[in-house]
Nanobody, 121 residues
Framework: QVQLAESGGGLVQAGGSLRLSCAAS????????MAWYRQAPGNQRELVAA???????NYADSVKGRFTISRDNTKRTVYLQMNSLKPEDTAIYYC???????????????WGQGTQVTVSS
C-alpha cells in the first residue's frame, strides 16, 4: 500500500509564508514526478508546481517567484515553500506522485488527502 501524507497547512495572514511537506510511504520502488495541486471552493483542481526525479521544475504562472517546489529523494518527500501568500492562494493543497511499486511493470498516480491553506487579508 502506497500513501502520501501531507502536512504544514494552516491559517496565515497575507504576505506570510507556509511550508508544505508530503512524504510517500509503503512499498515503493521508485518515484518519478511529484507535484502539488490545489482546489479552491467552486474551482477545478489546478497544478501549482511539479518537480521531476532529476530536479526539473515547473510552476503555474500565478505562483512563479513566490512558491518553490523541492524534493528529498532519500526521504521520499516533496516540499512546497510558499512566500508572499495572497488571499487567492486559499485552497486545499494536494500532493501528487507517479510511483512504481516494482522494478518491472507500470507506475501509478497517487494523491494525498489534502491540507487546507487559508490566507486572510
Amino acid at each position: 500500500q502506497v500513501q502520501l501524507a501531507e502536512s504544514g497547512g494552516g491559517l496565515v495572514q497575507a504576505g506570510g509564508s507556509l511550508r508544505l511537506s508530503c512524504a510517500a510511504s509503503g512499498s515503493i520502488f521508485s518515484i518519478s514526478a511529484m507535484a502539488w495541486y490545489r482546489q479552491a471552493p467552486g474551482n477545478q483542481r489546478e497544478l501549482v508546481a511539479a518537480v521531476t526525479s532529476g530536479g526539473s521544475t515547473n510552476y503555474a504562472d500565478s505562483v512563479k517567484g513566490r512558491f518553490t517546489i523541492s524534493r528529498d529523494n532519500t526521504k521520499r518527500t516533496v516540499y512546497l515553500q510558499m512566500n508572499s501568500l495572497k488571499p487567492e492562494d486559499t485552497a486545499i493543497y494536494y500532493c501528487n506522485a507517479d510511483i512504481k511499486k516494482f522494478a518491472l511493470g507500470y507506475g501509478y498516480n497517487y494523491w494525498g488527502q489534502g491540507t487546507q491553506v487559508t490566507v486572510s487579508s
